[in-house]
């Protein structure tokens, strides 16, 4: 036999060769995209419902006890290295850093129809992208390795160790994002400039350089604009952020695109499939993530229509009425006390409209009440009229959905403004960026189909100017949970101000001595600030190269 | 002295040429010619001729005062006699130096199974067959234990052909199955060759001027599904839904609220006489005959026409028997026909073959067409051509479970449903739709009779032809050359419906179908030359080969998408499917080509001193330039005692030979044909992304999948073999006797590489890692007669093995990266020191009794009263992942098998017994039905009875509760770990020869009847289905999710012969 014999080529996939022109670049750059969502594992997506909102104590699992149950640990702070999933995020990430690393290492063997501005605009995108999942291991884990394209496999991958501070490598990429990006892109799925602007103040945020943020903010804020060329506003009705019709609208400052009906639900929010509600309703499966009480009480606001920032609200007479223990067919009139319509936005509850489906029904469309309270997640949550158009069918669960997921939102944008305004003294400035938030807040109020209010609104603005920082920061903080609750911020942000000790203590006081089986006597400890290391990772590479986080 | 003449027939009566004729205690003999036909002279009427021929027994006859002698004889079935098929070469048994097994063709057909692999179950040592109840499932065989972490099927070779599968074989069209276990036997495969090869024959039919003999097997039968699990009656179910309340509000510290939409709030749960009434729960009754039809009147399980209305009445008393309705007896049936005949210059065999077997579950079955043609010419006297045909339809129906229905133990099945569905639910609503857990408060167990009625329509099949043709030329008298060319074609095509549910909780939203066909073609081409020559005491047996092949290449199509305008079956294509909704996905593979060289030299001194060397070298175009290539030799030696003069006196041993071996041989089974090579592709799942903000649409991405490594070599395994092979006391014992141990190194393994490489690249195999297997192979073989009419035939095989890791990567001890999970449960890990893939997890040393036990206890998450308490393996006063240890382990100890015959005139019994020893089952089932809390309100079984209560302190089952932590339900714990020891008798059969006279009458030559049961009882202590427990691979076996059990059945049959 000749050797020709034995050299058989594979067949039905690409060689590096054939990527390394302009064509096959921007085809490798579209997978990093791709993986922003984290394709069907659930724990590795920015929505970060576990990771921000359920140990943010906006949520908690909800559903019944033994159904993903590698998720029961998580809330109760009680993970160790070797619990199940403690790697998803990890996982995830690190998909989209070796795409972002692919598109890099194969921009370094580019083809001759590759022009050096090509070359800027698809490296500026992977660095982007590159920075994002960095940032999302860094919140997570603390310091992970940092892999480039300059390091792979069978080149020292292995002996990278997470010793290094992530920041500093996740800022340049972004500098580099913010020199190179265009302002507008012609495809309005990908990132510009002014996103990258706006993910580098967040970075600078969550290292208290507010000096640096402010600085970013107030030219994102005069003269930011969407990757389509809209200039930076708020929606002027909450709820129409989260209709898929209103896509890259105004507010969206960056989103991952989600598609319905492209022939696999990962393009269609594939973290969210279980958190509908249960029996009935939009996706008739699975009851996760039901907001939490304390959450559903901090939408109270009072006579001036001004939340109660002093973190009172979950006090007898100030807490919100709920149809825990009953039975839908047991009679049950909703809260008639004060409260934000963001609350009937993002939190379904009996006897209010959910979307235009109907009256929520309570207990009916709850998988295990005594298990996850009386709530259903609202946001991200597909309309009736959204069937089949921003809703996917192919798949096990109809709670597939095509609705961007904003990671970053023009109102988030504004409240981290409003805290690097504080930071910098100017209290009048925050006071002004709040009072925008709230004012189209007020003016969100849920109707029903006869033009009457669904409940009881009473939004006010901060009329009074504010003089004291302290005062300032609670009204900030306690805002963002109001303006961004259920969207993977909380916990992160508790993180952030160093409050998180309290604020959970405070949560699962509240929430635990009801769901007493779920989270009675589970407690926040400092050690939970982080996630651990994965333990397969370091038993891969030894403990020496990658160390664990301190207490696991 | 004067002459004898006389012809020497086989057992069908035909002439048996080359039947050596001795006088005894002289050196006087002949041989018979073509037509069995001899002439000898004998010096007196006192001589005493003794007839043998290999594979026959020898027959002594006194001359007399005859002068015509024909005699019968029968084939020897005395295991060390016997000719053995290696493949490229026929031995007989007594000059073979190699652990060498073969199985009785009529072993292979008392048993129903579709595959014919299933039948060595207990029949070989050495082999351990894992495999389950499903018809048509492929199990696992494994050759001598577990060489590597994946890749571990033995190499079959069919007719000289290699094969991947050997599911297309009739059973009754085979002539021979041989076992070649150690590298000795087994080198001459070289590099495919580390995980044993088994070789089969088909039938070929006889020379000589013959009439045309017809052989016709039939059964039919039953297999009945046996009993289910005990789960909870609809009382019982309501009873403990209350007290799992009592319980948890006690652990908690509060007052019990008691709630369930269909039990009511009181004190005690009320049974409603409705579970469901358009959707309400709980629902008191009966109606009235007219709110019936007020009801019908609103029913609706149509989706597609607007909302579902159902009216289910809750089952009574017992309840529903979800398994006994999900299950039934199942038919089968078995035919085939063998053409056999020849003429002086020619020879052949037809076979037509059909079966048809149901499995227990309905729309599950089985079912193959084959017909095969094997003929053979001799063109001169030196000159021969032939040929070896076989065409196959193959259908297997409904089959549950990755890998061929391998993975089906390891699934949330249809049957792991029957055992989560509350029995209060029946299986249809009262106007006929099906009911199921879209009545509130059952969680989400999906009504399996309707899963399985879903299946009804759909259809696959694989059609396929195998075969090669030969040429051999006798160059010289003891010097043959052969070519064969050979391959497989197959073809498959299925199309497949999926309902839109209405009855769960969780229904899904479309009605589904896909569709999808495939090729692929393999072949083979072999050349040798082989020299058989005795010169005095010298006798030399050399072969010489090259052989090239390529292990597949072809090309597949699936298409799929939802809600086409019709869901009648004779207007669904995928033409008619929405354009938006389809889906279509192609691949092509152009397989693996190798290309060898081997040889083989045996040399034997006077009969006593036998030596073999075989060597084979190897190229293959999975590995790249610089390690393409392989060299694997094996030694061994045997002394045949019995023919020293030391032992002639020692009468009662007939034949005594000691082996001894030594090998290597190589594996690169588990490398996929793309290892050398870094990849990149795309893939709508996994690298897509609708960067046009479309909503509706998705731009395909490429990202690399896999990581190439040209420098991956050949796996090799080692095998040390030393044993002896004796027949004693006139044949009536007979002993074969291996020791072996095989020693794998530079293991193919995907070693995980940090996910920081990303998780989409598929790390290259490398080599790395040793394996190391050992064991003892035992067959006993007691054969002989009471008296003329009463026969006796007992044949015991053992196997011992044990299977240890040696040695991972440098640095590293443990793998999890292959490590399955069950609901964030791992039940495995492989590490250095244990077997593969040995159970992992907390180890339970009982339950909390108490408050005070759990305060004495060290430190764990949810400890309380009625939970799991863990061993503090470290003893550092906290339960912490460094507490979990080994629990067990799926790899049995000992497996063997009892095969017991008697025969009185016409009637034969047989009885055929196996058993698997020391392996541990892991019982994932329980996480469904032991424990309350997983999926509340999902059926729960009997044993929650003896659970714990304050009462009831020293229980095994844990406290029925709500919270699912560390301590109750969450972790991987020996409680899942269940001894998998047991002894099945296999099959008894009883059978009945009808008498030569009446046989005569009707110008038959053989009538035989039988009735068989098979799996008639199994002794185990496991309390699972059976404890049969297949996997999906290597790295999952004996793990119990859904496990399809091996039941009992019966059939009555047939063999007829004229």
């Given at each position: 036999?000749?050797?020709?014999?034995?050299?058989?080529?594979?067949?039905?996939?690409?060689?590096?060769?054939?990527?390394?022109?302009?064509?096959?670049?921007?085809?490798?750059?579209?997978?990093?995209?791709?993986?922003?969502?984290?394709?069907?594992?659930?724990?590795?997506?920015?929505?970060?419902?576990?990771?921000?909102?359920?140990?943010?104590?906006?949520?908690?699992?909800?559903?019944?006890?033994g159904?993903?149950?590698?998720?029961?640990?998580?809330?109760?702070?009680?993970?160790?290295a070797?619990s199940?999933?403690v790697?998803?995020?990890?996982?995830?990430?690190?998909?989209?850093?070796?795409?972002?690393?692919?598109?890099?290492?194969?921009?370094?063997?580019?083809?001759?129809?590759?022009?050096?501005?090509?070359?800027?605009?698809?490296?500026?995108?992977?660095?982007?992208?590159?920075?994002?999942?960095?940032?999302?291991?860094?919140?997570?884990?603390?310091?992970?390795?940092?892999?480039?394209?300059?390091?792979?496999?069978?080149?020292?991958?292995?002996?990278?160790?997470?010793?290094?501070?992530?920041?500093?490598?996740i800022?340049?990429?972004?500098?580099?994002?913010?020199?190179n990006?265009?302002?507008?892109q012609?495809?309005?799925?990908?990132?510009?400039?002014?996103a990258a602007?706006?993910?580098?103040?967040?970075?600078?945020?969550?290292?208290?350089?507010?000096?640096?943020?402010?600085?970013?903010?107030?030219d994102?804020?005069?003269?930011?604009?969407?990757?389509?060329?809209?200039?930076?506003?708020?929606?002027?009705?909450?709820?129409?952020?989260?209709?898929?019709?209103?896509?890259?609208?105004?507010?969206?400052?960056?989103?991952?695109?989600?598609?319905?009906?492209?022939?696999?639900?990962?393009?269609?929010?594939p973290?969210?499939?279980?958190?509908?509600?249960?029996?009935?309703?939009?996706?008739?499966?699975?009851?996760?993530?039901?907001?939490?009480?304390?959450?559903?009480?901090?939408?109270?606001?009072?006579?001036?229509?001004?939340?109660?920032?002093?973190?009172?609200?979950?006090?007898?007479?100030k807490?919100?009425?709920?149809?825990m223990?009953?039975?839908?067919d047991?009679?049950?009139?909703?809260?008639?006390?004060?409260?934000?319509?963001?609350?009937?936005?993002?939190?379904?509850r009996?006897?209010?409209?959910?979307?235009?489906?109907?009256?929520?029904?309570?207990a009916?469309?709850?998988?295990?009440?005594?298990?996850?309270?009386?709530?259903?997640?609202?946001?991200?949550?597909?309309?009736?009229?959204?069937?089949?158009?921003?809703?996917?069918?192919?798949s096990?669960?109809?709670?597939?959905?095509?609705?961007?997921f904003?990671?970053?939102r023009?109102?988030?944008?504004?409240?981290?403004?409003?805290?690097?305004?504080?930071?910098?003294?100017?209290?009048?400035?925050?006071?002004?960026?709040?009072?925008?938030?709230?004012?189209?807040?007020?003016?969100?109020?849920?109707?029903?189909?006869?033009?009457?209010?669904?409940?009881?609104?009473?939004v006010?603005?901060?009329?009074?100017?504010?003089?004291?920082?302290?005062?300032?920061k609670?009204?900030v903080?306690?805002?963002?949970?109001?303006?961004?609750?259920?969207?993977?911020?909380?916990?992160?942000?508790?993180?952030?101000?160093?409050?998180?000790?309290?604020?959970?203590?405070k949560?699962?006081?509240?929430?635990?001595?009801?769901?007493?089986?779920?989270?009675?006597?589970?407690k926040?400890?400092?050690?939970?600030?982080?996630?651990?290391?994965?333990?397969?990772?370091?038993?891969?590479?030894?403990?020496?190269?990658?160390?664990?986080?301190?207490?696991? | 002295?004067?002459?004898?003449?006389?012809?020497?027939?086989?057992e069908?009566?035909?002439?048996l040429?080359?039947?050596?004729v001795?006088?005894?205690?002289?050196?006087?003999?002949?041989?018979?010619?073509?037509d069995?036909?001899?002439?000898?002279?004998?010096?007196?009427?006192?001589?005493?001729?003794?007839?043998?021929?290999?594979?026959?027994?020898?027959?002594?006859?006194?001359?007399?005062?005859?002068?015509?002698?024909?005699?019968?004889?029968?084939?020897?079935?005395?295991?060390?006699?016997?000719?053995?098929?290696?493949?490229?070469?026929?031995?007989?048994?007594?000059?073979?130096?190699?652990?060498?097994?073969?199985?009785?063709?009529?072993?292979?057909?008392?048993?129903?199974?579709?595959?014919?692999?299933?039948?060595?179950q207990?029949?070989?040592?050495?082999?351990?067959?894992?495999?389950?109840?499903?018809?048509?499932?492929?199990?696992?065989?494994?050759?001598?234990?577990?060489?590597?972490?994946?890749?571990?099927?033995?190499?079959?070779?069919?007719?000289?052909?290699?094969?991947?599968?050997?599911?297309?074989?009739?059973?009754?069209?085979?002539?021979?199955t041989?076992?070649?276990?150690d590298?000795?036997?087994?080198?001459?495969?070289?590099?495919?060759?580390?995980?044993?090869?088994?070789?089969?024959?088909?039938?070929?039919?006889?020379?000589?001027?013959?009439?045309?003999?017809?052989?016709?097997?039939?059964?039919?039968?039953?297999?009945?599904?046996?009993?289910?699990?005990?789960?909870?009656?609809?009382?019982?179910?309501?009873?403990?839904?209350w007290?799992a309340?009592?319980?948890?509000?006690?652990?908690?510290?509060r007052?019990?609220?008691?709630?369930?939409?269909?039990?009511?709030?009181?004190?005690?749960?009320?049974?409603?006489?409705?579970?469901?009434?358009?959707?309400?729960?709980?629902?008191?009754?009966?109606?009235?005959?007219?709110?019936?039809?007020?009801?019908?009147?609103?029913?609706?399980v149509?989706?597609?026409?607007?909302?579902?209305?159902?009216?289910?009445?809750?089952?009574?008393?017992?309840?529903?028997?979800?398994?006994?309705?999900?299950?039934?007896?199942?038919?089968?049936n078995?035919?085939s026909?063998?053409?056999?005949?020849?003429?002086?210059?020619?020879?052949?065999?037809?076979?037509?073959?059909?079966?048809?077997?149901?499995?227990?579950?309905?729309?599950?079955?089985?079912?193959?067409?084959?017909?095969?043609?094997?003929?053979?010419?001799?063109?001169?006297?030196?000159?021969?051509?032939?040929?070896?045909?076989?065409?196959?339809y193959?259908?297997?129906?409904?089959?549950?479970?990755?890998?061929?229905?391998?993975?089906?133990?390891?699934?949330?099945?249809?049957?792991?449903?029957?055992?989560r569905?509350?029995?209060?639910?029946?299986?249809?609503?009262?106007?006929?739709?099906?009911?199921?857990?879209?009545?509130?408060?059952?969680?989400?167990?999906?009504?399996?009779?309707?899963?399985?009625?879903?299946?009804?329509?759909?259809?696959?099949?694989?059609?396929?032809?195998?075969?090669?043709?030969?040429a051999?030329?006798?160059?010289?008298e003891?010097?043959?050359?052969r070519?064969?060319?050979?391959?497989?074609?197959?073809?498959?095509?299925?199309?497949?419906?999926?309902?839109?549910q209405?009855?769960?909780?969780?229904?899904?939203?479309?009605?589904?179908?896909?569709?999808?066909?495939?090729?692929?073609?393999?072949w083979?081409?072999?050349?040798?030359?082989?020299?058989?020559?005795?010169?005095?005491?010298?006798?030399?047996?050399?072969?010489?080969?090259?052989?090239?092949?390529?292990?597949?290449?072809?090309?597949?199509?699936?298409?799929?998408?939802?809600?086409?305008?019709?869901?009648?079956?004779?207007?669904?294509?995928?033409?008619?499917?929405?354009?938006?909704?389809?889906?279509?996905?192609?691949?092509?593979?152009?397989?693996?080509?190798?290309?060898?060289?081997?040889?083989?030299v045996?040399?034997?001194?006077?009969?006593?001193?036998?030596?073999?060397?075989?060597?084979?070298?190897?190229?293959?175009s999975?590995?790249?330039e610089?390690?393409?290539?392989?060299?694997?030799?094996?030694?061994?030696?045997?002394?045949?005692?019995?023919?020293?003069?030391?032992?002639?006196?020692?009468?009662?041993i007939?034949?005594?030979?000691?082996?001894?071996?030594?090998?290597?041989?190589?594996?690169?089974n588990?490398?996929?044909s793309?290892?050398q090579?870094?990849?990149?592709?795309?893939?709508?799942?996994?690298?897509?992304?609708?960067?046009?903000?479309?909503?509706?649409?998705?731009?395909?991405?490429?990202r690399?999948?896999?990581?190439?490594?040209?420098?991956?070599?050949?796996?090799?395994?080692?095998?040390?073999?030393?044993?002896?092979?004796?027949?004693?006391?006139?044949?009536?014992l007979?002993?074969?006797?291996?020791?072996?141990?095989?020693?794998t190194?530079?293991?193919?393994f995907?070693?995980?590489?940090?996910?920081?490489?990303?998780?989409?690249?598929?790390?290259?195999?490398?080599?790395?890692?040793?394996m190391?297997?050992?064991?003892?192979?035992l067959?006993?073989?007691?054969?002989?007669?009471?008296?003329?009419?009463?026969?006796y035939?007992?044949?015991?095989?053992g196997?011992?093995?044990k299977?240890?890791?040696?040695?991972?990567?440098?640095?590293?001890?443990?793998?999890?990266?292959?490590?399955?999970?069950?609901?964030g449960?791992?039940?495995?890990r492989?590490?250095?020191?244990?077997?593969?893939?040995?159970?992992?997890?907390?180890?339970?040393?009982g339950?909390?009794?108490?408050a005070?036990?759990?305060?004495n206890?060290?430190?764990q998450?949810?400890?309380?009263?009625?939970?799991?308490?863990?061993?503090?393996?470290?003893?550092?006063?906290?339960?912490?992942?460094?507490?979990?240890?080994?629990?067990?382990?799926?790899?049995?100890d000992f497996?063997?098998?009892?095969?017991?015959?008697?025969?009185?005139?016409?009637?034969d019994?047989?009885?055929?017994?196996?058993?698997?020893?020391?392996?541990?089952?892991?019982?994932?089932?329980?996480?469904?039905?032991d424990?309350?809390?997983?999926?509340?309100?999902?059926?729960?079984?009997?044993?929650?009875?003896?659970?714990w209560?304050?009462?009831?302190?020293?229980a095994?089952?844990p406290?029925?509760?709500?919270?699912?932590?560390?301590?109750?339900?969450?972790?991987?714990?020996?409680?899942?770990?269940?001894?998998?020891?047991?002894l099945?008798?296999?099959?008894?059969?009883?059978?009945?020869t009808?008498?030569?006279?009446?046989?005569?009458r009707?110008r038959?030559?053989?009538?035989r009847?039988?009735?068989?049961?098979?799996?008639?009882?199994?002794?185990?202590?496991?309390?699972?289905?059976?404890?049969?427990?297949?996997?999906?691979?290597?790295?999952?076996?004996?793990?119990?999710?859904?496990?399809y059990?091996?039941?009992?059945?019966?059939?009555?049959?047939?063999?007829?012969?004229?």
């Amino acid at each position: 036999c000749s050797d020709d014999f034995l050299e058989v080529p594979a067949t039905g996939q690409l060689a590096e060769a054939q990527l390394t022109t302009l064509a096959g670049l921007e085809a490798s750059l579209i997978a990093v995209y791709s993986q922003v969502n984290g394709r069907g594992n659930r724990l590795a997506s920015p929505s970060n419902w576990v990771w921000g909102s359920i140990r943010g104590g906006e949520a908690n699992k909800g559903t019944d006890p033994g159904d993903f149950s590698t998720i029961n640990p998580i809330q109760r702070f009680e993970v160790n290295a070797a619990s199940g999933d403690v790697g998803a995020k990890w996982n995830g990430a690190y998909e989209g850093i070796a795409r972002a690393n692919n598109v890099l290492r194969l921009m370094t063997k580019k083809a001759a129809d590759v022009t050096d501005a090509d070359e800027k605009r698809i490296s500026a995108q992977a660095k982007f992208l590159r920075a994002h999942y960095y940032f999302e291991l860094k919140r997570d884990y603390g310091n992970t390795p940092y892999v480039d394209e300059t390091v792979d496999y069978g080149s020292g991958l292995e002996e990278v160790s997470n010793t290094q501070d992530l920041y500093p490598f996740i800022e340049a990429d972004l500098q580099y994002a913010v020199e190179n990006l265009p302002a507008t892109q012609t495809q309005v799925g990908r990132v510009n400039s002014w996103a990258a602007k706006a993910y580098l103040a967040k970075v600078y945020m969550y290292q208290n350089k507010f000096s640096q943020a402010k600085a970013l903010y107030d030219d994102i804020i005069a003269n930011g604009v969407t990757s389509n060329g809209l200039k930076y506003d708020l929606v002027p009705y909450y709820d129409d952020m989260f209709r898929g019709a209103n896509d890259n609208h105004q507010e969206s400052v960056w989103a991952y695109q989600a598609a319905a009906n492209t022939g696999s639900v990962n393009n269609a929010n594939p973290e969210f499939d279980l958190n509908f509600p249960y029996n009935g309703g939009p996706g008739g499966c699975c009851g996760f993530y039901q907001p939490s009480f304390s959450f559903v009480n901090s939408f109270r606001t009072d006579a001036n229509g001004l939340p109660y920032i002093d973190g009172s609200y979950n006090d007898p007479g100030k807490s919100v009425k709920t149809d825990m223990g009953l039975q839908s067919d047991a009679p049950f009139t909703p809260d008639a006390g004060n409260l934000d319509p963001r609350l009937d936005h993002t939190v379904g509850r009996r006897g209010i409209p959910y979307l235009d489906w109907q009256d929520h029904p309570g207990a009916a469309w709850i998988r295990n009440q005594p298990n996850g309270g009386p709530y259903t997640p609202k946001k991200y949550v597909y309309q009736v009229a959204e069937k089949g158009s921003y809703q996917d069918n192919s798949s096990w669960t109809p709670g597939y959905t095509g609705i961007n997921f904003m990671i970053i939102r023009f109102a988030d944008v504004l409240l981290m403004a409003a805290e690097a305004e504080i930071e910098a003294g100017s209290l009048e400035k925050a006071r002004e960026y709040v009072n925008r938030v709230r004012t189209r807040a007020k003016n969100s109020e849920l109707k029903r189909g006869d033009g009457t209010a669904a409940a009881n609104y009473n939004v006010g603005l901060y009329t009074a100017a504010w003089t004291d920082a302290a005062t300032a920061k609670k009204a900030v903080r306690l805002e963002r949970m109001l303006e961004l609750g259920m969207e993977g911020h909380r916990f992160y942000d508790l993180i952030r101000w160093n409050t998180v000790q309290e604020e959970l203590d405070k949560y699962l006081a509240y929430d635990g001595a009801i769901l007493v089986a779920a989270l009675g006597g589970a407690k926040f400890t400092d050690k939970h600030r982080l996630v651990p290391i994965p333990q397969d990772q370091i038993d891969l590479v030894g403990s020496d190269i990658l160390i664990q986080n301190p207490g696991f | 002295q004067k002459t004898v003449t006389g012809t020497v027939l086989d057992e069908y009566d035909v002439g048996l040429p080359g039947v050596s004729v001795l006088v005894k205690g002289t050196t006087t003999g002949t041989a018979t010619d073509i037509d069995g036909k001899f002439s000898l002279n004998v010096p007196n009427d006192q001589a005493v001729l003794v007839f043998s021929f290999i594979g026959y027994s020898a027959v002594e006859q006194v001359v007399g005062n005859r002068s015509i002698i024909d005699v019968k004889l029968s084939p020897d079935e005395t295991t060390l006699t016997e000719l053995v098929v290696t493949g490229y070469t026929i031995d007989s048994r007594r000059e073979t130096t190699g652990a060498i097994a073969t199985v009785d063709p009529k072993d292979l057909t008392v048993i129903p199974t579709g595959n014919v692999e299933q039948a060595l179950q207990g029949r070989v040592s050495g082999v351990t067959v894992i495999t389950n109840g499903q018809p048509g499932t492929t199990s696992i065989i494994r050759v001598r234990g577990f060489g590597s972490f994946g890749g571990n099927e033995p190499l079959y070779v069919v007719d000289g052909v290699p094969v991947q599968s050997t599911d297309f074989l009739n059973p009754d069209d085979i002539a021979s199955t041989t076992v070649l276990k150690d590298a000795a036997a087994a080198s001459i495969y070289g590099a495919r060759a580390s995980n044993g090869v088994i070789i089969y024959t088909t039938k070929r039919g006889r020379k000589g001027n013959q009439k045309l003999r017809v052989d016709y097997n039939g059964m039919f039968g039953v297999t009945t599904p046996g009993e289910g699990l005990a789960m909870m009656n609809p009382q019982d179910f309501a009873t403990y839904t209350w007290l799992a309340e009592t319980n948890q509000a006690r652990i908690d510290n509060r007052a019990p609220k008691y709630e369930h939409p269909q039990f009511g709030t009181g004190n005690t749960p009320v049974l409603p006489y409705y579970i469901n009434v358009g959707g309400a729960a709980g629902v008191a009754g009966p109606f009235s005959a007219a709110q019936l039809e007020e009801e019908r009147a609103k029913y609706n399980v149509d989706r597609s026409k607007g909302g579902v209305y159902q009216v289910v009445r809750a089952a009574t008393g017992e309840g529903t028997d979800w398994y006994k309705e999900l299950t039934r007896n199942a038919p089968l049936n078995r035919h085939s026909i063998g053409l056999n005949g020849g003429s002086e210059t020619s020879r052949f065999f037809i076979g037509l073959g059909y079966q048809d077997q149901a499995g227990i579950m309905k729309n599950n079955n089985f079912k193959r067409i084959s017909l095969r043609a094997n003929s053979e010419f001799d063109v001169t006297k030196k000159f021969r051509i032939g040929e070896n045909f076989q065409a196959t339809y193959r259908q297997v129906l409904g089959q549950t479970g990755g890998n061929g229905g391998r993975g089906v133990s390891a699934d949330e099945n249809d049957i792991l449903q029957a055992f989560r569905m509350p029995s209060i639910i029946p299986v249809y609503d009262e106007f006929g739709g099906y009911a199921g857990t879209a009545a509130r408060g059952f969680n989400n167990p999906r009504n399996p009779i309707a899963n399985r009625d879903g299946l009804e329509n759909n259809r696959n099949f694989n059609a396929n032809i195998f075969g090669n043709v030969y040429a051999e030329y006798d160059i010289l008298e003891d010097l043959t050359f052969r070519t064969s060319i050979g391959g497989q074609y197959n073809n498959y095509y299925y199309w497949n419906y999926s309902r839109l549910q209405y009855e769960n909780s969780e229904n899904n939203s479309s009605f589904g179908y896909s569709e999808g066909a495939g090729f692929n073609f393999q072949w083979v081409f072999t050349n040798t030359v082989s020299y058989k020559k005795t010169f005095g005491k010298h006798a030399f047996d050399v072969i010489l080969g090259q052989e090239a092949l390529n292990n597949g290449s072809g090309r597949n199509i699936d298409a799929s998408g939802q809600n086409p305008f019709s869901t009648d079956t004779d207007f669904v294509t995928i033409s008619n499917l929405p354009v938006s909704s389809r889906q279509v996905n192609s691949g092509l593979f152009r397989g693996v080509n190798f290309a060898s060289y081997f040889g083989r030299v045996n040399y034997t001194f006077n009969d006593k001193y036998l030596f073999s060397a075989v060597v084979r070298r190897d190229g293959s175009s999975v590995f790249g330039e610089n390690s393409r290539y392989g060299v694997f030799p094996a030694f061994s030696a045997a002394w045949r005692m019995s023919s020293e003069p030391f032992l002639q006196s020692a009468t009662w041993i007939d034949e005594l030979k000691v082996r001894g071996g030594w090998g290597q041989m190589g594996n690169s089974n588990p490398v996929p044909s793309t290892n050398q090579f870094s990849l990149f592709g795309g893939n709508v799942g996994a690298s897509s992304y609708d960067v046009g903000g479309t909503n509706s649409s998705a731009q395909i991405g490429f990202r690399r999948t896999t990581i190439g490594n040209p420098n991956t070599q050949w796996e090799t395994a080692v095998t040390k073999n030393i044993g002896f092979d004796g027949t004693f006391f006139n044949g009536r014992l007979d002993v074969i006797f291996d020791l072996w141990q095989k020693d794998t190194k530079d293991l193919l393994f995907q070693l995980p590489i940090p996910q920081t490489a990303g998780s989409n690249a598929t790390p290259p195999f490398v080599n790395i890692g040793q394996m190391k297997n050992a064991g003892v192979d035992l067959l006993v073989a007691v054969k002989g007669n009471l008296s003329s009419a009463f026969t006796y035939d007992l044949t015991v095989t053992g196997s011992t093995l044990k299977n240890e890791i040696v040695a991972l990567a440098p640095g590293l001890n443990i793998i999890t990266s292959i490590n399955p999970s069950y609901r964030g449960i791992q039940p495995i890990r492989n590490q250095v020191g244990q077997s593969l893939s040995a159970f992992f997890g907390y180890k339970v040393e009982g339950l909390f009794r108490n408050a005070e036990d759990v305060a004495n206890h060290a430190t764990q998450d949810g400890a309380a009263p009625g939970r799991f308490k863990y061993e503090d393996i470290n003893g550092d006063g906290e339960i912490t992942p460094d507490d979990r240890t080994f629990i067990g382990s799926p790899v049995p100890d000992f497996t063997g098998g009892v095969n017991f015959t008697v025969g009185y005139k016409g009637l034969d019994l047989s009885m055929y017994l196996y058993t698997s020893i020391g392996n541990e089952i892991w019982n994932q089932s329980r996480w469904f039905t032991d424990f309350y809390q997983t999926f509340e309100g999902a059926a729960i079984s009997e044993r929650l009875k003896d659970a714990w209560t304050p009462e009831n302190l020293d229980a095994e089952i844990p406290v029925v509760e709500k919270t699912a932590n560390f301590s109750t339900s969450n972790v991987g714990n020996s409680f899942y770990v269940e001894d998998g020891s047991y002894l099945r008798l296999q099959n008894v059969t009883l059978g009945y020869t009808l008498p030569a006279n009446l046989l005569e009458r009707w110008r038959l030559e053989r009538v035989r009847v039988f009735a068989s049961a098979n799996n008639l009882f199994t002794i185990t202590g496991y309390s699972g289905l059976d404890p049969a427990v297949g996997g999906n691979a290597d790295t999952t076996f004996g793990i119990d999710v859904g496990n399809y059990p091996v039941t009992s059945g019966y059939t009555f049959g047939l063999n007829l012969s004229f």
